[in-house]
């Protein structure tokens, strides 16, 4: 894939995002994986933490090499197409492995409700869309963090980490990091059956996501940064409370926006981030939405530069 195809497939894809979202999960490719994920979870029988380890690797290898053989059968394929047709299927395939619109549209469904004083549908959004916390409990101002946290930490996942990788390794690296991704999403929890079985995807997932998280973070301080004039006191606040989360990786996109919007960012017993700010509201939470998209763009913008710095090396 030459460098100008491949920026022509990333606009065209981001644009079937803002303009179509997500397609139904029957034709999702991201569904797909999870069902493979679901089928090989079903399978683990085994009581051994050191069996159950190993069926894990074998799930995120087998997974890994299938979506990545994929990848790389579509470009071999699209060189057969005609150029316009090739285009947009690899750019169809590239945005199954990224979504900006159902991010926004999720916060924005929250917002609605918080907005209107309906936290019963405001906990409904947040645990139906966003996360996998107990928010039975979380009053309005919680709920924005929530909502907050999942902006900041999924603009990192869902936006610029396939992008990164789709610069690097072309499809076969922008589906092999959502599969990953996807089978950490469905894995990684430390329970008693998935401890050992998901902590393959955790590894790998932690592994990949070293270099976009930080990215991300930095996109976020620099481009939204100025925009609300909150760059240096934002720097200070991603810099000390960065490594306050489990994850090695999510701490930085969500300190940055916690230091950017000006609030704290806290998941009770967990962390607490943007320590003496006030607390997160309507607005905080509108504002992260804009957050998000402008970071999105400023993400496209790095990624067409990069493919074509890359691509001609």
Known sequence: ?????AVCVLLIAVVLDGVLGDPPNSLHPVAWMGRFVGWGCKRSRATQNSVRFLQGCAVVAGGAVIVATVGILIQIACRHFPHWFAILVQAAV?????????????AG?????????DLNTARHQVAYHLVSRDVTKLDASQLSAA??????????DSFIAPLFYF????????????????????????????EWFGKPAAKIDDLLNLIPSRLTALVMLMIYGPYVRRTNPAIAIWWR?????????????????????????????HYRLGEGQPLPGIQSLQQSIAMLWTTAIAAVVLS??????????
């Open 1 to 5: 894939m030459s460098e100008v195809t």
């Open 94 to 106: 590239l945005k199954s492995t990224f979504s900006v619109r159902s991010l926004a549209d999720a």
């Open 109 to 117: 469904s929250v917002a609605k409700a918080l907005s209107n004083e």
């Open 147 to 156: 909502t907050i946290e999942s902006v900041a930490e999924n603009t990192s």
């Open 167 to 194: 610069v690097v390794a072309g499809l076969p690296g922008a589906l092999l990091y959502r599969f990953v991704n996807t089978t950490d999403a469905m894995l990684g929890y430390r329970t008693q059956e998935l």
């Open 241 to 269: 409370d960065h490594s306050l989360t489990a994850s090695p990786n999510a701490g930085h996109p969500m300190s940055a926006a916690a230091g950017v919007l000006g609030i704290v960012l806290e998941k009770q017993d």
């Open 304 to 313: 067409v530069a990069g493919l074509l710095m890359w691509r001609t090396l």
